[in-house]
């Protein structure tokens, strides 16, 4: 017993030493509220409601960058804290100081001026910062396992579309000070920007989302797809995502933002609620794949199309981009994934099991079943292969690792009338295992 606590203090002597000297990466004193220029604050608060954070920022770039900072604070902090002490034992934070090196002339001037409200708002370093955003491109660190759908037309009750996204990573990271689980630090942000249109997404604290929906209809979800096929020379997706949501007013236009400037592998699902229409996008650094659900790449075998449906894991389906990904194009094999030549037969079943699960209610999709797919999937009701990942032990816990079926959110929206269901997850507890909260976008920005 004396033996662990010596070690716990060990652990906590050091780390503290390492938020100290580097760059400031965490400074635990909170600004005081007497020395905070107010008029950077106006439009900015937070609310609680049904349990959950929702963020609203307004103003410039920079001015809503110092309005999350601000006032998420103390949730930024535990995040930061945690991915800088073990991208530092990693030694991964060399290559992302690298990465940063060679990316940062890419960022569009007004990403720099909202992160760099977001490191003054939060007392951190703005290089610091934006080093460790970048984690996701670091090739052997990014979250693979995610997925996006869309719906529309006579595919959906009410014939409008909807758009349902999951989050997947692994669960149990915690602030080494705290304790404190940093995925419970999700919150719904609110966003105004004074010369955008308006949006909400869910998010990290002090960071974008992956994706979500804004005033002119545009829905957007961003899943990872590993690829041999990667450069550091471009914008990051999660920047491009917020631009897209910010500027655009179609599908075409968020699609341009989306590939331009192309960094790594990506799978994306863009909707247009107005049309209303979705597409898929493909992309690694060199090619992008853009369709919708009658173009004959959809109907790849072992892939088949459901009419006037998306839907996408991590796995590309365009054989261009399927070929910079994996050496067999079919992933339906169990056998070869025993033996370690198949890493994209979880995503097969995960695509087949909401494929199957969508088709029982083609005609009647709606944003509750919708949602019902994905926590059913995710739970191992929809599919054997998935029923057996979440209850056979050993299996769970090696895959719980990698992050497959690992939700941290999961959200369905309807870009048209700004309706959205969301879940996240809670300590070790997956997004699909906690309550479903529901709010309207018009209604939170008329707040």
């Given amino acids: 017993m004396r033996i662990k606590t010596l070690g716990i203090i060990i652990i906590l002597v050091i780390s503290s030493s390492v938020l100290t000297v580097n760059a400031g990466i965490i400074n635990n004193e909170i600004i005081n509220n007497d020395l905070v220029n107010k008029d950077l604050l106006d439009g900015g608060w937070i609310e609680e409601r049904d349990g959950v954070t929702i963020l609203h920022i307004s103003g410039s770039y920079y001015e809503m960058g110092f309005q999350q900072g601000h006032l998420l604070k103390y949730k930024i902090h535990e995040i930061f804290r945690f991915t800088f002490i073990e991208y530092t034992k990693a030694g991964y934070y060399d290559e992302l100081t690298e990465m940063w090196n060679e ?44 997925t996006g759908m869309a719906a529309w037309g006579p595919a959906t009750s009410s014939n409008k579309l909807i758009q349902a996204s999951s989050s997947d990573t692994a669960l149990g990271l915690k602030d080494p000070v705290t304790g404190k689980h940093i995925f419970d630090n999700q919150v719904i942000v609110v966003r105004k920007p004074e010369n955008g249109y308006a949006s909400m997404y869910p998010a990290l604290a002090g960071w974008y989302g992956w994706g979500g929906i804004n005033t002119q209809s545009i829905g957007i979800c961003i899943q990872v797809s590993l690829t041999d096929n990667i450069t550091y020379k471009g914008i990051p997706i999660k920047y491009k995502a917020q631009l897209a949501l910010d500027q655009s007013s179609t599908a075409e236009e968020a699609i341009d933002i989306l590939t331009s400037n192309r960094t790594i592998g990506y799978n994306i699902i863009v909707s247009d609620g107005k049309v209303p229409e979705a597409y898929v996008v493909e992309t690694n650094a060199d090619t992008s794949y853009v369709g919708t659900y009658n173009d004959s790449v959809e109907s790849t075998s072992p892939f088949w199309k459901i009419d006037y449906v998306l839907r996408r894991p991590n796995i590309y389906i365009n054989k261009t981009l399927a070929a910079t990904q994996r050496d067999r194009y079919n992933p339906k094999s169990l056998l070869l994934m025993l033996f370690g030549k198949n890493d994209f037969y979880p995503f097969w079943r995960l695509y087949k099991g909401i494929s199957r699960e969508t088709e029982k209610h083609w005609g009647d999709l709606n944003m509750q079943n919708m949602m019902s797919i994905f926590r059913d999937s995710y739970s191992g009701k929809t599919d054997l292969a998935l029923f057996l990942a979440q209850h056979i032990r050993p299996i769970k816990k090696l895959l719980a690792e990698t992050g497959f079926l690992q939700a941290i959110k999961q959200w369905v929206v309807c870009p048209e009338t700004g309706d959205a269901l969301f879940c996240f997850s809670k300590g070790t507890k997956c997004a699909y295992e906690n309550p479903v909260h529901s709010f309207n976008m018009y209604e939170l920005l008329d707040t």
Avoid: M, T, V, W
Avoid at 106 to 134: T, V
């Fill in 103 to 146: 990316i940062e002339e890419y960022i569009p001037q007004e990403i720099k001026e909202e992160f760099r409200g977001i490191a003054d708002g939060a007392n951190l370093s703005y290089e610091d910062l934006n080093i460790i955003n970048l984690h996701p491109l670091l090739k052997y660190s990014q979250p693979r396992q995610c």
